[in-house]
């Protein structure tokens, strides 16, 4: 009877350890390995869900400038260095009224509850402070681009980012060393 049992526990607890394993896989693939913010897909359903709670909620995508040139000029471990200061100028910045990710390359998003133009102007400045890595000072710099959500016709996270790229392309153009929000 005893070895009935255990025959039948067996199969449950491989399962709970597979189970366990996929848990944990899924999760890491939300985030990205080399900032720790949240990929796209982990970063999406918490900004829908911050945008649906705060109506007053802004978008912002950022994309650091010159960064080829970094990476060519002082190598990838340099531009890693610089991706993963600039994350965490983000995930500060953002704190505990936003949610930030990574969504590949240089650029980044995030969705904070509430967004003024100093809150925009502080993430500017953040961003646009220089590195120091290696003994070496690098400039950074990054176009930012937002969207406050009252400001849509229909509040979907889809056209916030479509109007949060717009605006960082513009901002882009302006001497990529600013931001900008659609109005």
Same mark, same amino acid.
């Given at each position: 009877? %005893?070895?009935?049992?255990?025959?039948?526990?067996?199969?449950?607890?491989?399962?709970?350890?597979?189970?366990?394993?996929?848990?944990?896989?899924?999760?890491?693939?939300?985030? +990205?390995?080399?900032?720790?913010?949240?990929?796209?897909?982990?970063?999406?359903?918490?900004?829908?869900?911050?945008?649906r709670?705060?109506p007053?909620?802004?978008?912002? !995508?950022?994309?650091l400038?010159?960064?080829?040139?970094?990476? +060519?000029?002082?190598?990838?471990?340099?531009?890693?260095?610089?991706?993963?200061?600039?994350? +965490?100028?983000?995930?500060?910045w953002?704190?505990?009224?936003?949610?930030?990710?990574? &969504?590949?390359? +240089? %650029?980044?998003?995030?969705?904070?509850?509430?967004?003024?133009?100093?809150?925009?102007?502080?993430?500017?400045?953040? &961003?646009?402070?220089?590195?120091?890595?290696?003994?070496?000072s690098?400039?950074?710099?990054?176009?930012?681009g937002?969207?406050?959500?009252? %400001?849509?016709?229909?509040?979907? !996270?889809?056209?916030?980012?479509?109007?949060?790229?717009?605006?960082?392309?513009?901002?882009?153009?302006?001497?990529?060393?600013?931001?900008?929000?659609?109005?």
């Amino acid at each position: 009877m %005893e070895a009935h049992i255990a025959a039948s526990i067996l199969p449950l607890l491989g399962w709970a350890v597979h189970g366990g394993i996929l848990a944990r896989r899924l999760a890491s693939a939300r985030r +990205d390995p080399l900032t720790g913010l949240h990929t796209r897909a982990g970063w999406t359903d918490r900004a829908e869900h911050l945008i649906r709670r705060h109506p007053n909620a802004a978008v912002l !995508l950022v994309d650091l400038d010159h960064f080829k040139a970094l990476n +060519d000029t002082h190598g990838h471990a340099a531009g890693d260095a610089a991706l993963v200061e600039t994350a +965490d100028r983000l995930r500060a910045w953002c704190g505990h009224h936003g949610i930030a990710g990574r &969504l590949g390359g +240089d %650029e980044f998003v995030a969705a904070v509850r509430h967004l003024t133009a100093a809150d925009l102007d502080a993430l500017t400045a953040a &961003l646009h402070r220089p590195l120091h890595y290696d003994g070496v000072s690098l400039p950074l710099a990054a176009s930012v681009g937002a969207c406050p959500i009252a %400001e849509l016709p229909v509040p979907t !996270l889809t056209d916030a980012l479509a109007a949060a790229d717009a605006a960082m392309y513009a901002a882009k153009g302006r001497g990529r060393r600013g931001s900008r929000t659609t109005r």
